[in-house]
Every structure is written in structure tokens, then in C-alpha cells.
């Protein structure tokens, strides 16, 4: 499955954006995530859902301020992003994970800053 990452850009503390993901293949047979690595950092889980569902699970640090959604007609994945903080700037994958294989979107660039 190839997966296209978009949405990002920069914006000021405290704004929302809205990221989305469009595969190629259905999104209801995968487990879906975003992840994001800031400079010099390693890759971080941020939010996921697992095949057969649409509650999200969420890392702490964006808990309450992010919401990941699924539209499994359009085999789309969104993350909504509210109430930015600098610290959320990084580059944000896209991850679809089906039988252990794991299948990554090119990213799309974050930049939170006033």
C-alpha cells in the first residue's frame, strides 16, 4: 500500500491543523498511525487505530489536543491538531501496518512557531 501524507505547514502556538493520509489500498485491512520525529530526535508513536476500529489511542503528549479519525470509504486517515505547541513541530508519518508489515508515507513538515 503507498501512502500520500499532507496538510502540514507552518503555523503559530496555539493554531489547529488538519493532516491527512490517502492510501492506495483499503485502510479497513490495516492498522493505522501517525508518528513524527522532530530535528534530532527519533521517530515517535503520536496517534494509531487499530483494523476494525475507530477508537484512536494517543501518545501523552498530544492527548486531549489530537484526534485521529478514519473515513474507510475514502481509505483516508486524518489527525486533527489543536491547540499547537512549538514542540509539536516535526515531520509527520503516516504508518499502515498489516500482518506485521509495516508501510510508511513520506511525511509532511509541522512548523509551530510565533
Known amino acids: 500500500v503507498q501512502l500520500q501524507a499532507s496538510g502540514g505547514g507552518p503555523v503559530q502556538p496555539g493554531d489547529s491543523l488538519r493532516l491527512s493520509c490517502a492510501a492506495s489500498?483499503?485502510?479497513?485491512?490495516?492498522?493505522m498511525g501517525w508518528f513524527r520525529q522532530a530535528p534530532g530526535k527519533e521517530r515517535e508513536f503520536v496517534a494509531g487505530?487499530?483494523?476494525?476500529?475507530?477508537?484512536?489511542a494517543y501518545a501523552d503528549s498530544v492527548e486531549g489536543r489530537f484526534t485521529m479519525s478514519r473515513d474507510n470509504a475514502k481509505n483516508t486517515v486524518y489527525l486533527q491538531m489543536n491547540s499547537l505547541k512549538p514542540e509539536d513541530t516535526a515531520v509527520y508519518y503516516c504508518?499502515?501496518?498489516?500482518?506485521?508489515?509495516?508501510?510508511w508515507g513520506q511525511g509532511t513538515l509541522v512548523t509551530v512557531s510565533s
Open positions: 489500498g483499503r485502510t479497513s485491512n490495516h492498522h
Open positions: 487505530i487499530r483494523r476494525g476500529s475507530s477508537t484512536a
Open positions: 504508518l499502515a501496518n498489516q500482518a506485521g508489515l509495516d508501510y
